[in-house]
């Protein structure tokens, strides 16, 4: 049974920082591409960052400098690091692992940011 368990999401405010975290089980975690997602109120998911198998980085346009993916293969743990949070960026963050033919979701975490 493949499991993505996100943790580390909460509220905090305008300006402050969190880390979020994903456990995969399930997978063989080090031949996934891992990738954040966040889906706010009424909008349509979209993705935040994502490292492939070989930690090539990819980052949305708006989070460039301020968040960092990173992964550990050992620990089958992908991790989100956002700084300088905005108000704007309340939502639901997922964790996703995609393969070639295979793609799970984790069950999200709730990131809300203060003004």
């Known amino acids: 049974q493949v499991q993505l368990v996100e943790s580390g999401g909460g509220l905090v405010q305008a300006g402050g920082s969190l880390r979020l975290s994903c456990v995969a089980s399930g997978i063989i975690f080090r031949g996934n591409t891992m990738a954040w997602y966040r889906q706010a109120p009424g909008k349509q998911r979209e993705m935040v960052a994502q490292i492939t198998v070989g930690g090539t980085r990819n980052y949305a346009e708006s989070v460039k400098g301020r968040f960092t993916i990173s992964r550990d293969n050992a620990k089958s743990t992908v991790y989100l690091e956002m700084n300088s949070l905005k108000p704007e960026e309340t939502a639901v963050y997922y964790c996703?692992?995609?393969?070639?033919?295979?793609?799970?979701w984790g069950q999200g975490a709730q990131v809300t940011v203060s003004s």
């Open positions: 996703n692992a995609r393969t070639s033919v295979t793609e799970y």
